[in-house]
């Protein structure tokens, strides 16, 4: 298998049963090696649940101001200038240009659903066909599902009434021959089903710094298998100096890997528990995850999907409830103490109630006394580490310290304690960094900021506090605010990584200047 920048090529891809296609080290890999980097196959606007949400222009996806009215001049689709370079570029509208402007023009009264914008992809994959026949035979080696994705299932009818009926009735129908055979002699509503499925499987996410979101299908790094341990770490080159390399991907190992050892990547959240994780794989990529992680019941020791044991109705019990097998969706929960037993669909069905409610609060911008509340009521059922209380906590750690009221030793040694812990788990959870480097930047950024400030707060006896002990906060808060900066290196053609570095090399600026005036040499 070629490696698109000439170098030697550190993968080789295999086959089996259980994982189809997949990918192995061809030599020993450190943190940092490259595996692969390549240009996307296709790509195209991903679908937005926001009814609120802007219109992308269809040549760059930048937002496009609505009452600038602003339409392509041969299809009508809205664009954020008729000059926009996207527009005659076969990658981008080029050529579905063609297609789209089939469709006469109409009043509008719904946007969202007139242009669909999460149509384009499939129909960016069919032109392939004639616009790209390399790519074209790489897209039909992709897996697509379909055999778990018959008409009746909700991937089939969603993408039915949404992708392909729209572009069949819409467009493809109302082709002239010489049309359809310049452009899509291959065509049918069973082939586009096909690229749904392939998208499906195979896309990744690209948000862009203007907040749009697109997906995107690349020859090689699809192949890459699922671990909820993963060993690479993947970015986007946002860079427009060559538009030919407009969102090529680059593919860096982020742990030590053997020869021989599969290479890895993560599609689901890595802060989600196994049955959550496992459900959402199961459900969106149709397979069983199997990894390390999800085989122990006690995830990496960092008991995030544990619960407290409420004992059998008589007796108080202290234990910890675990899935007894966690692979098997049919588990019983059992306490390492008492032996009381719980079986799996209502471990489940209490755990989404209770994200439910995390994420309520959250989305309303909770208040401390909301999230604290919410925290201890949680705390009753769920292991101290549960990734539900980690979320509460994340949240928490950035109000503490921050707030007036909120400034006290206590509050402070509570918001460090809390955040050396969260660090604990995220670093069991993400060795390599590959996932949750914003939530350790963040971590750590908390917990320099809570060291920080800690220094200032005098002693019950209204003293300052003696400098040696001001010295070693102050060494710590150094160590925790460069790992900040440092688990952001990756990230920084991203939005909010940059956005976030900047915050806290901000921060480091301050924490300079805080020294120099204290004399405090680190
Ligand atoms: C992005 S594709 C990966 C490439 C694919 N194996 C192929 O042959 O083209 C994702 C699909 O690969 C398979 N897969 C990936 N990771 C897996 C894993 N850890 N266990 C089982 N199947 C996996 C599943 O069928 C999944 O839907």
Redesign the pocket.
């Known amino acids: 298998m070629g490696h698109e920048n000439g170098a030697d090529c550190v993968y080789e891809a295999r086959?089996s049963e259980?994982?189809?296609?997949?990918l192995i080290a061809a030599r020993d890999l450190a943190p940092g090696d490259l595996v692969l980097t390549e240009r996307p196959l296709v790509f195209g606007p991903k679908a937005t649940l926001d009814p609120e949400a802007t219109v992308p222009c269809v040549g760059c996806y930048k937002p496009v101001l609505t009452d600038a009215g602003e339409r392509c001049a041969k299809c009508g689709w809205p664009v954020c200038s008729g000059n926009c370079p996207g527009l005659s570029d076969p990658r981008h509208h080029g050529a579905e240009c063609a297609i789209l402007r089939m469709r006469p023009e109409c009043v509008l009264d719904n946007m969202a659903e007139y242009y669909r914008h999460d149509a384009l992809l499939p129909l960016r994959c069919a032109l392939l066909q004639t616009t790209d026949p390399e790519r074209w035979k790489k897209l039909s080696?992709?897996?697509s599902?379909m055999e778990c994705r018959s008409p009746g299932t909700d991937a089939y009818d969603e993408a039915n009434e949404f992708i392909v009926e729209y572009l069949m009735n819409n467009f493809i129908n109302k082709l002239d021959d010489e049309t359809k055979n310049k452009h899509l002699p291959e065509i049918s509503a069973d082939l586009l089903h096909v690229f749904c499925g392939i998208i499906d499987?195979?896309a990744l996410e690209i948000r862009l710094m203007e907040g749009t979101e697109l997906l995107a299908l690349y020859t090689n790094t699809?192949?890459?298998?699922?671990?909820c341990i993963p060993n690479t770490k993947h970015t986007f080159s946002h860079s427009t100096k060559d538009r030919n390399d407009l969102y090529r991907i680059t593919v860096k190992v982020v742990v030590p890997v053997l020869k021989g050892s599969h290479i890895t990547t993560m599609?689901s959240h890595a802060l989600w528990g196994t049955q959550a994780r496992r459900q959402h794989l199961e459900d969106t990529?149709?397979?069983?995850?199997?990894?390390e992680r999800c085989a122990d019941p006690t995830e990496l020791g960092t008991y995030v999907s544990a619960m407290k044991c409420l004992g059998d109705g008589n007796n108080l019990c202290d234990g910890i409830h675990l899935a007894e097998d966690p692979l098997d969706d049919e588990t019983d929960w059992a306490c390492d103490k008492c032996g009381v037993k719980v079986n799996n669909s209502q471990v489940n069905m209490i755990i989404s109630q209770m994200g439910e409610e995390v994420e309520a609060v959250q989305m309303m911008g909770g208040t401390i006394t909301m999230l604290e509340n919410l925290l201890c009521r949680l705390s009753t059922f769920l292991h101290p580490n549960h990734y539900h209380l980690y979320s509460i906590k994340h949240s928490l750690i950035q109000l503490y310290g921050r707030q007036p009221d909120y400034t006290s030793e206590e509050i402070l040694d509570r918001k460090i304690n809390m955040c050396k812990d969260l660090i604990e788990i995220t670093k069991k959870l993400d060795p390599g960094n590959a996932r949750l480097s914003l939530y350790s930047a963040v971590l750590q950024h908390e917990l320099h900021s809570a060291l920080v400030l800690k220094t200032t707060i005098p002693n019950s006896d209204g003293s300052v506090k003696p400098v040696d002990v001001v010295k070693l906060l102050i060494v710590e808060a150094k160590s925790a605010i460069d790992t900040a900066l440092d688990s952001l290196k990756d990230d920084m053609e991203e939005l909010s990584g940059k956005k976030l570095f900047s915050v806290i090399l901000e921060s480091k600026k301050h924490f300079k200047r805080y020294c120099k005036d204290k004399n405090l040499v680190v």
Do not use: D, P, V
């Open positions: 086959t259980e994982l189809g296609r997949y080696e992709m897996q599902h499987t195979n699809c192949i890459m298998e699922h671990s599609y990529k149709y397979f069983a995850c199997r990894c």
